[in-house]
């Protein structure tokens, strides 16, 4: 007999991707709970942006910025 999450997971796969969609958001946000780390990464985020936008900095291709992190933590 399945448990309650098996059940649970058998009955949101046969939901349609958009509806896997909306409720995969829903739960991510139900799990970003501290209001305040939030708004932390907001506003490193806007900086990084701010920073992007004026020149101050340079955006890297995915390719090169996961290379050279995958170089500087081996393992």
Same mark, same amino acid.
Request: net charge negative.
């Given at each position: &007999?399945?448990?309650? $999450?098996? @059940? $649970?997971?058998?009955? #949101?796969? /046969?939901?349609?991707?958009s509806? /896997?969609? /909306?409720?995969l958001?829903?739960?991510? #946000? +139900? $799990?970003? +709970?501290? %209001?305040? #780390?939030e %708004? %932390?990464?907001?506003?490193v985020?806007? @900086?990084?942006? !701010?920073?992007? !936008? +004026?020149? =101050? =900095?340079?955006? #890297?291709? $995915?390719?090169?910025? &996961?290379?050279?992190?995958? @170089?500087?933590?081996?393992?």
């Amino acid at each position: &007999m399945p448990t309650s $999450l098996e @059940a $649970l997971q058998a009955e #949101v796969l /046969r939901l349609s991707p958009s509806d /896997r969609s /909306r409720l995969l958001e829903r739960l991510i #946000v +139900s $799990l970003d +709970s501290d %209001a305040e #780390v939030e %708004a %932390a990464w907001d506003a490193v985020a806007d @900086a990084r942006e !701010n920073e992007v !936008n +004026s020149g =101050a =900095a340079s955006a #890297v291709p $995915l390719e090169e910025a &996961m290379t050279r992190l995958e @170089a500087r933590f081996k393992g």
